[in-house]
């Protein structure tokens, strides 16, 4: 007799929570990796946190979320496909609530800020991303202090963008009449 065993919530989430991975901006001086599912961390290469202005940083770290963000999305796919052994199904938002649904993902806008207030992202959709250092950050702070400021931010991102994405998701499709949302 064979044991079949159901494959759950549990599963996926504990594989999610225990995923790795990295990405690197093609010219090799900025690199981003995530473990779990919300815990960034940003490094930058020998030589480069002494020599790029902050508008340089800036854009750089908004291209290093984009393809945080991309990778996340496919090692999301990845982990689904490995635990349930079928490819995820892209949903079909059909009807006045799956637009009305579709439409605050994609306007969706979400921050996050270090304690120290030197970095600050946001994001709109979950697409477009704006990094802002804050003026004479690069001088202030060591390049260790810098890339822990940034991984707060980071983090703080991605609660703020899951918190709002929630709360989308419950007032279109599941609200609670006289509750506050």
């Known amino acids: 007799m064979t044991e079949h065993r159901l494959i759950g919530d549990n ?13 690197e ?25 002494e020599q790029v202005s902050t508008s340089k940083l800036s854009s750089e770290l908004a291209q290093l979320a984009r393809l945080l963000f991309a990778r996340g999305l496919r090692e999301r796919e990845i982990a ?3 635990v349930t052994g079928r490819e995820r199904a892209k ?13 605050a993902l994609e306007e969706l806008v979400a921050e996050g800020e270090s304690d120290d207030g030197a970095v600050r ?21 060591s390049q260790e202090q810098f890339e822990a400021s940034c991984g707060q931010a980071a983090d703080r991102l991605l609660l703020d963008t899951e918190s709002k994405a929630a709360r989308a998701r419950i007032e279109i499709f599941d609200p609670l009449p006289g509750a506050p949302v």
């Open 121 to 141: 992202v946001s994001s709109v959709g979950q697409q477009n991303f704006v990094v802002q250092i804050e003026p004479g950050t690069l001088d202030r702070l």
């Open 11 to 23: 599963d996926l989430q504990r594989r999610l929570d225990e995923a790795f991975f990295s990405v």
């Open 91 to 103: 949903p079909i938002r059909i009807g006045r609530r799956g637009s009305a649904y579709q439409k």
């Open 80 to 82: 689904f496909r490995e």
């Open 25 to 49: 901006l093609p010219n090799g001086k900025v690199l981003g990796e995530v473990r779990g599912q919300r815990h960034v961390r940003v490094r930058l290469a020998p030589g480069h946190y």
